[in-house]
Nanobody
């Protein structure tokens, strides 16, 4: 059973930074893509950023230039560096990974940005 464990969330003032981590229970080379999503109460989960096994990245327009997704293959971990945080970045951030057998989700980590 694949496990994804997110960490790094917390409370931060607007303009601050946080780095989220998503640690996988197996080699991240086996995943076609790993993505970060966020969700706020009453809204659909939205894609924030993604990185493929080849290293290609994509970002939601709302976070371009502020967030950076990266991977450390030796640690089986994907990171989301979040800078210049805004109040509207508040939410629960989830890590998602896909391989040929299925799609996997972490338990989420709360990010709260105070204005």
């Amino acid at each position: 059973q694949v496990q994804l464990v997110e960490s790094g969330g917390g409370l931060v003032q607007a303009g601050g930074s946080l780095r989220l981590s998503c640690a996988a229970s197996k080699s991240i080379f086996s995943f076609m893509a790993i993505r970060w999503y966020r969700q706020v109460p009453g809204k659909q989960r939205e894609l924030v950023a993604g990185i493929t096994s080849g290293g290609s990245t994509n970002y939601a327009d709302s976070v371009k230039g502020r967030f950076t997704i990266s991977r450390d293959n030796s640690k089986n971990t994907v990171y989301l560096q979040m800078n210049s945080l805004k109040f509207e970045d508040t939410g629960v951030y989830y890590c998602n990974a896909n391989d040929i057998y299925g799609s996997y989700w972490g338990q989420g980590t709360q990010v709260t940005v105070s204005s």
